[in-house]
């Protein structure tokens, strides 16, 4: 199993950046491909992107492609979002999810597909 713990999330400016960080303890990272979901009040969680094993595999959702980056290191058990152009509609709490790696491009924008979650970090952009 492995454990993930999000950080980096708090309150910016509309055209501000920020990036987060997923950090994973348990059975080696390696083993899973990855994902960041995020969920707004009153909203349905939405995928914001997701990267396979180790890195080569990226996918983002339509709202965030050309301002969001997903990048690993696994070396350091360690996932990240760089997120740029930063819009009051990208406040959410944002989680890091992963599951075991070999995913499909569908399973990895399912939410439902991941098994293992963090605890979410907010994100509040301000107009």
């Known amino acids: 199993q492995v454990q993930l713990v999000e950080s980096g999330g708090g309150l910016v400016q509309a055209g501000g950046s920020l990036r987060l960080s997923c950090a994973a303890s348990?059975?080696?990272?390696?083993?899973?491909?990855m994902g960041w979901f995020r969920q707004a009040p009153a909203k349905e969680r939405e995928f914001v992107a997701a990267?396979?094993?180790?890195?080569?595999?990226?996918y983002y959702g339509d709202s965030v492609k050309g301002r969001f980056t997903i990048s690993r290191d696994n070396a350091k058990d360690t996932g990240y979002l760089q997120m740029n152009l930063l819009k009051p509609e990208d406040t959410a709490i944002y989680y890091c999810?992963?599951?075991?790696?070999?995913?499909?491009?569908?399973?990895?924008?399912?939410?439902?597909?991941?098994?293992?979650w963090g605890q979410g970090t907010q994100v509040t952009v301000s107009s």
């Open positions: 348990g059975r080696s990272f390696s083993w899973y491909d």
């Open positions: 999810a992963a599951r075991l790696t070999g995913s499909s491009q569908v399973e990895m924008s399912r939410a439902d597909s991941y098994g293992y």
């Open positions: 990267t396979n094993w180790y890195g080569g595999i990226t």
